[in-house]
């Protein structure tokens, strides 16, 4: 049995339903090609980190080429649109000069590779996986990435933590 909690509390807006269903769609297909991949000894994890890396490398740049300055609060508004914000229940919890802290609580992601039955170690590195993307995007922007908690770890909330290099 799990030990992730992943409930959403945000139920009754459709467009935010409708596109959470086209998340755990896209998180359905990589858990599962990642799977396939792995039933014939590929290094799965390594194909998967090195394709999420790059897809996040491309939207960070686009996310660089949307901000109209090179301030934290510039790529907040350019990565967390307000509907990305509904979809995850995201809370700033903190945006300074330094820093862009984010704490999410839910993820669709999660929740497709909970649909698809995968084990919690799977979804846990499914999701790190995912942070990939994330890390590519802080890259992009001249950030670092520090992943604290996370739902698929069986935390109540992931921590996605932007900051500026020193």
Not at 53 to 62: E, L, M, P, V
Not at 80 to 107: A, H, P, S
Not at 117 to 133: P, R, S, Y
């Amino acid at each position: 049995m799990t030990k992730i909690k992943n409930t959403a509390k945000i139920t009754d807006d459709v467009l935010v339903n409708e596109v959470r269903s086209a998340i755990e769609h896209r998180a359905t297909w990589m858990g599962l090609i990642l799977e396939e991949a792995k039933k014939e000894n590929a290094d799965w994890e390594a194909i998967g980190r090195a394709a999420v890396s790059k897809t996040g490398c491309f939207h960070g740049k686009g996310i660089f080429d949307r901000k109209d300055n090179d301030t934290m609060e510039a790529f907040k508004t350019a990565f967390l649109t307000d509907l990305g914000q509904k979809l995850f229940e995201m809370e700033i919890k903190e945006c300074d000069e330094e820093k862009l802290e984010v704490e999410f609580n839910y993820c669709a992601l999660v929740n497709g590779w909970l649909k698809q039955n995968f084990d919690d170690d799977t979804i846990k590195t499914l999701c790190d996986i995912a942070m990939d993307g994330d890390r590519a995007i802080a890259k992009e922007n001249g950030y670092e990435f520090v992943l604290g908690k996370t739902i698929a770890k069986g935390d109540d909330i992931c921590e996605v933590n932007f900051y500026k290099k020193k």
